[in-house]
């Protein structure tokens, strides 16, 4: 089976979802399968996974690729699945690529290769270099926090001209930089500009870009959908209703005393929830008891919105 097209630009809300696990190399199947159909039935706009979100780095090629074949097996062309194949080889990247295209994926989706320095020149020829021999379109993933490299705005302006680009993910948090890029993607109208932060959807969305790959749309996928709607039709008066009830969740992303308290707190939560379990990858782990009775505090708090 091999990758279909990316949709002409892909917009909407697609969550970077998390990857359950019953412990730091096995898949939590179940809880895989009740995430799936809770983001689907929740109307997301399409699926990422294997994403910062999705621990990758954390998790074995094996467990990757089991993850790649279940997931779109389940969605079974309800709606795209966009694969992260970023690692610091090029052979293992085009391996994940090629996995996803066979199960049915839509696109890859790369981040920088991290640990060596890049500067733009070899950034650049790193991409070319792989869409060359890749199986699937491909959308860029800008996060510079976790890759230490940027793709600068004429990287970008020039990697355009490769027809299989069909988008950018930026994760920057930066709203002057989205916007720049977004200036650029205009050149191309089947190209997709989506934010990676929750907290600047409604704003990039009012500015032309085409929506969101929000973490919390894990745990709740119909808020982030209706958010990015009534951002697309102007609606402000639903955007301050549902920026409420957010306001409530994103007390989720803080809890924690580790390096990840936002997907702890998400992965706690869905757990509180009964969709999936919340082990970590190594070396992270698992909140607190006390930490996971905040948590159960906040999502009563959040029910009775």
């Known amino acids: 089976m091999t990758g279909s097209l990316l949709p002409t630009p892909l917009r909407g809300i697609v969550p970077p979802m998390i990857t359950p696990l019953e412990d730091y190399d096995t898949l939590d199947v179940e809880g895989l399968q009740r995430l799936v159909e809770h983001l689907i039935q929740g109307g997301v706009h399409g699926l990422f996974i294997l994403g910062t979100s999705g621990e990758a780095p954390g998790l074995s090629y094996r467990l990757r690729r089991e993850v790649i074949e279940r997931v779109c097996r389940q969605t079974a062309g309800r709606l795209p699945v966009l694969v992260g194949v970023s690692d610091t080889s090029l052979a293992e990247t085009l391996a994940l690529a090629r996995c996803a295209a066979e199960a049915g994926a839509t696109a890859a989706v790369l981040a920088p290769p991290y640990y060596f320095p890049l500067n733009q020149l070899e950034l650049a020829h790193y991409v070319r270099k792989l869409v060359a021999e890749l199986p699937l379109p491909l959308v860029l993933y800008n996060m510079p926090a976790m890759t230490k490299v940027t793709f600068e705005p004429e990287t ?150």
């Open 156 to 305: 970008v302006r020039q990697l355009l001209d490769e027809p299989r680009i069909v988008g950018l993910k930026d994760s920057s948090r930066q709203l002057d930089y989205f916007l720049t890029i977004r200036e650029i993607t205009r050149q191309r109208t089947d190209c997709s500009l989506l934010v990676g932060f929750e907290h600047l959807l409604v704003e990039t969305v009012q500015a032309g870009g085409d929506g969101g790959v929000c973490a919390g749309a894990n745990l709740s996928p119909h808020l982030l959908v209706s958010l990015y709607e009534a951002a697309a039709a102007g609606d402000q008066q639903t955007i301050a209703q549902i920026e409420n009830a957010l306001t409530i969740q994103r007390q989720i992303y803080t809890i924690g005393n580790g390096s990840t308290p936002s997907l702890q707190g998400i992965k706690c939560a869905l757990a509180l929830r009964g969709i999936c379990q919340d082990h970590m990858a190594e070396p992270y782990h698992r909140l607190s008891t006390e930490h996971r009775d905040q948590i159960g505090t906040i999502l009563r708090e959040l029910d009775e919105q």
